[in-house]
């Protein structure tokens, strides 16, 4: 689709401070504005030095950028804009010091992003402003992307971003009128001193209206003999007929005063056999006549499709060194494009060709790996029909409660040495399990106890029925889904004080839904559902899944500590071991049969299972 392009550009005042320019540039040849677009760019430098012509300057860089973006044509639009602003602020960084440059291309209705040196890049669409590139001083960074209508581009340097809140911009950018925009931005920047090297470029996107004749086939008036190719192969089938008919054995009629009616009758089956072959063929045209017409508007449906997963899938592979993110989110669209197309079981050989192609990236790229889970120790040769219901860990050691048959079992996961901590001499009614410094913590109808040769009380009941507990740092700390909190008792040598809540009073939280937790100086938990919230010194702190596919949308348990990097979380449904950063950044997914079984898991980075 087509955009019509509306710009403004302000400068700030050349001085002491620097200076900056803005470039425009629209091809008039169209080969080259198909190829590469229409360019605009912002470029600024610190460096002021007196009597130097700073238009000589600009224009001496400006033909640098013209000569290694429009200069080279066996690139993609994209390298090309990425390697031109990257070669030239190099270039010039040995000449004036640092120089910043935020660049983009609208080549059909793709957008093309890069900058260097300390530039950004914003879009504001429906009402959000959002950043999509923030270079470093000493960096490099590119992206690209599909506009949308009432889109609006900004393409900016360093000082606009310190004289101009994000705030002042947004309410800026709301009015959608460019001359309002430019008086509103003017003024706050005019109101400073040192803005020699500001420099901003708003890009406004709306359609342009446009006739457009899809399919134009021109034929000459009164002229039957001349057909085009398309016409002919209609005719075709009519063609063979024709041959047809001239092999026929050409059958002499005699004219008599009374014609039989023999030959009458003879005459007329003749007729009506004519006729149902022309009828015959007449179907066997029309049918392929359809059929090839469906054919093209299928085709013609999909297309527009393909070429976007394509696009998506080439850029992914482009970018995935410079930035990983971006090649998986690139990478998901695509993936979830052809998916699309898959279930509706087309058959082309482009579509054959790109979904290889996304399965060969999928280790490389979106970090997906198939395993075949290999057995542990089997846990029923101590202890006949023994099952897993909780499992827990401290140090070097694991710990697993099989509820039905009372028992508790310990692992030394180095030399996989197993033995029957407790049975049922000792546990009653067992919930919930826990463990630290090699003490392992049972909570049973009347409270928390602890098991090893003696069965001994810690902590009274005072607490709802549905509920979770976990040891860290010598404390335990329980969590009350009834009641919807979270209760702390410290530790003191060997006994534990009263319970404390440990949420921020005037917490409203909801934790019916909650099925696992883990801590490691923050307080994770994760619903049936997949939802993860995270929890630190009493508050709930913001915490947003980004970059996996598929989302989380069930969930069986979180894992990690605070000597891990990541948490582990365990997605039965999707048979699978997800491994999200501490920020929600998507890293890793494990895939395995034996995953879909799974009811508890625990993560040792040691052996890494």
């Not at 609208?106 to 959000?128: E, H, L, N």
Request: some cysteine.
């Amino acid at each position: 689709m087509d955009y019509k392009l509306s710009s403004i550009k302000i400068t700030g005042h050349p001085g002491d401070g620097g200076w900056a320019q803005i470039h425009e540039f629209r091809p008039e040849e169209s080969m080259k504005l198909k190829n590469r677009g229409h360019l605009f760019a912002v470029f600024a430098t610190k460096t002021f030095e007196e009597g130097v012509d700073r238009v000589f300057q600009g224009r001496e860089l400006l033909t640098r950028l013209h000569e290694e973006y429009f200069g080279e044509n066996t690139k993609t639009a994209f390298n090309a804009l990425k390697d031109a602003v990257n070669k030239v602020a190099s270039e010039f960084k040995n000449l004036w010091g640092n120089v910043e440059i935020s660049a983009s291309s609208i080549v059909g209705d793709v957008v093309y992003t890069a900058a260097s040196g300390g530039a950004k890049t914003f879009i504001f669409r429906q009402g959000m402003l959002a950043t999509i590139l923030e270079s470093k001083k000493d960096g490099f960074v590119c992206a690209s992307g599909f506009p949308q209508k009432e889109d609006i581009l900004i393409l900016a340097t360093e000082k606009f971003n310190q004289v101009v809140a994000k705030g002042s911009l947004q309410a800026a950018l709301e009015k959608k009128e460019l001359d309002a925009i430019q008086e509103m931005i003017a003024a706050t920047i005019h109101t400073g001193d040192q803005s020699g090297d500001l420099g901003v470029v708003l890009i406004s996107f709306s359609h342009e209206k446009k006739n457009f004749i899809k399919n134009l086939k021109v034929f000459k008036k009164n002229n039957r003999n001349e057909k085009n190719q398309e016409t002919q192969a209609k005719l075709k089938s009519g063609n063979i007929f024709s041959k047809f008919i001239k092999k026929l054995p050409e059958r002499k009629i005699y004219i008599r005063e009374e014609i039989g009616e023999k030959e009458k009758e003879h005459k007329r089956k003749l007729a009506v056999s004519i006729g149902i072959i022309l009828l015959i063929l007449l179907i066997i045209s029309i049918f392929f006549g359809i059929e090839q017409k469906n054919k093209n508007e299928e085709r013609a449906r999909y297309q527009e499709i393909l070429s976007q997963a394509q696009h998506e899938y080439d850029e992914a592979i482009e970018i995935y060194t410079l930035n990983p993110q971006r090649a998986r989110e690139l990478i998901n669209e695509s993936r979830l494009k052809i998916e699309k197309l898959e279930q509706e079981k087309i058959k082309d050989e482009e579509f054959e060709k790109l979904k290889g192609g996304l399965e060969s990236s999928v280790e490389k790229i979106l970090g997906e790996y198939n395993l075949a889970a290999e057995l542990f120790l089997d846990l029923t040769l101590l202890t006949d029909r023994f099952k897993g219901d909780i499992i827990t860990s401290f140090d070097e050691n694991l710990y697993i409660l099989d509820k039905t048959s009372k028992k508790i079992v310990s692992i030394a996961i180095a030399t996989k040495r197993s033995e029957v901590v407790s049975g049922p001499s000792q546990i009653e009614n067992p919930k919930n399990l826990t463990a630290y410094a090699n003490k392992v913590y049972l909570s049973e109808t009347e409270g928390i106890f602890e098991i090893g040769e003696k069965k001994i009380k810690k902590v009274d009941k005072d607490w709802g029925d549905d509920y979770l507990i976990y040891a860290y740092a010598g404390n335990i700390y329980l969590l009350d889904k009834e009641k919807n909190e979270i209760l702390r008792f410290a530790g003191s040598q060997d006994s534990f004080s009263a319970k404390k809540s440990w949420l921020t009073p005037g917490s409203e939280l909801d934790f019916s839904n909650i099925i696992s937790w883990t801590i490691d100086g923050s307080v994770w938990l994760i619903s049936g559902g997949g939802k993860i919230e995270r929890f630190s010194l009493g508050n709930k702190i913001n915490f947003n899944v980004s970059g996996l596919y598929p989302e989380l949308v069930s969930a069986k348990a979180i894992y990690s500590n605070e000597e891990l990097k990541y948490l582990y979380i365990l997605d039965p449904e999707k048979r699978r071991v997800v491994v999200l950063t501490k920020e929600g950044e998507y890293k890793a997914q494990y895939y395995s049969e034996e995953i879909g079984n799974a009811l508890i898991f625990q993560f040792q980075r040691k052996i890494k299972r």
